[in-house]
């Protein structure tokens, strides 16, 4: 089946620092690709998407591009602050035939001032 | 603005004992999800529905049924709770695109 990957299950960084969260997909049909935020307490909130292959999302400075061939969507941010700390969960959504969404485990990343 | 609400937000059941999970939106969406977070395995869904009065069974539906009586609700039933039913639940609505999620109801079964 469908399933997604995320390498980094805890990430520590100091404000200011490049964060990159690793996400690789596998999936039998062509599926548009998402991050989610979830902060303590609450429920995931969309963060950006990207729907075809080389497609840029970005939202709030994170960025990630859909990679086809390497069956990736990294997400990204260049300076990192305090308030970014939340989970992270990467995601593959649904594509012709198929009304499911797909979730990694989520990355937990924890900004130190 | 896009409004998924959940209740109870909090619970705490006999195992053996029957518990409903209650979710309403009102985002005239006609997709909607059950997920299950725990530490470790992130969003892991459970039932979901694409239209009223029908379900489908996610990745992991034994001991869970679900029940869509309106497009703009959706229920999560377990029938006789057990230990390890004791987690995070989240109700989910899309049309086409991103997801909207709920507060998430927090169950304990003891």
């Known amino acids: 089946g469908d399933s997604v990957t995320q390498t980094e299950g805890q990430v520590a960084l100091s404000e200011e620092d490049f964060l990159t969260i690793h996400c690789n997909y596998s999936?039998?049909?062509?599926?548009?690709l998402f991050w989610y935020v979830q902060y303590p307490g609450e429920g995931p909130q969309f963060l950006f998407r990207?729907?075809?292959?080389?497609e840029k999302g970005s939202s709030r400075g994170f960025e990630a591009t859909y990679n086809k061939e390497t069956t990736s969507f990294h997400l990204q941010k260049a300076s990192v602050q305090e308030s970014d700390s939340a989970v992270y969960y990467c995601a593959l959504g649904p594509y012709t035939g198929n009304y499911k969404y797909v979730f990694g485990a989520g990355t937990r990343l924890k900004v130190i001032a | 603005e896009a409004a998924v609400t959940q209740s109870p937000r909090s619970k705490v059941a006999v195992t053996g004992g029957k518990v409903t999970l209650s979710c309403h939106q009102t985002n005239n969406h006609d997709y909607m999800y059950w997920y299950r977070q725990d530490t470790g395995h992130g969003l892991r869904l459970i039932h979901y529905?694409?239209?009223?009065?029908?379900?489908e069974k996610g990745d992991i539906p034994d001991g869970y049924k679900a029940s869509r009586p309106s497009q703009e609700n959706f229920s999560l039933i377990l029938e006789l709770a057990s230990l390890s039913q004791t987690a995070v639940y989240f109700c989910?609505?899309?049309?086409?695109?991103?997801?909207?999620f709920g507060p998430g109801t927090r169950l304990t079964v003891l």
């Open positions: 990207a729907s075809r292959d080389k």
């Open positions: 989910a609505s899309s049309a086409v695109g991103e997801q909207y």
């Open positions: 529905s694409y239209v009223a009065d029908s379900t």
């Open positions: 999936a039998s049909g062509y599926p548009a």
